[in-house]
């Protein structure tokens, strides 16, 4: 509840027109040695990616499983990049940084 005493009024929330700012969720994410490995779900989009970076490697790839795929591709991304990799040359070539 807000109270104010006199004329002056709150400012107005801004709202975030398009809804990017909150746009992807993690869900759940793992971290060994130099490997990260992210499930993130878009709420616009309403479908999960994987993200995966591993420094030591200096390899970065997204990949775009079903959603009913999303666990096991988070818990095996390199035994799935063939199939769901977002990268036109393959999950074996870097993304552009």
Known sequence: ???????????????????????LLELDSRHVGGLTVRLLWDRLSDQVIIHVRDD????DFVLNPPNSKARYA???????????????????RPLAA
Not at 56 to 59: A, G, K, L, M, V
């Open 56 to 59: 030591s490697d200096r390899i």
């Open 74 to 92: 988070f818990e095996h991304p390199f035994g799935v990049a063939h199939l769901f990799s977002s990268n036109p040359g393959g999950a074996d």
């Open 1 to 23: 509840m807000i109270v104010t005493f006199g004329t002056k009024r709150p400012a107005p929330r801004r709202r975030d027109p398009v809804g990017l700012r909150n746009a």
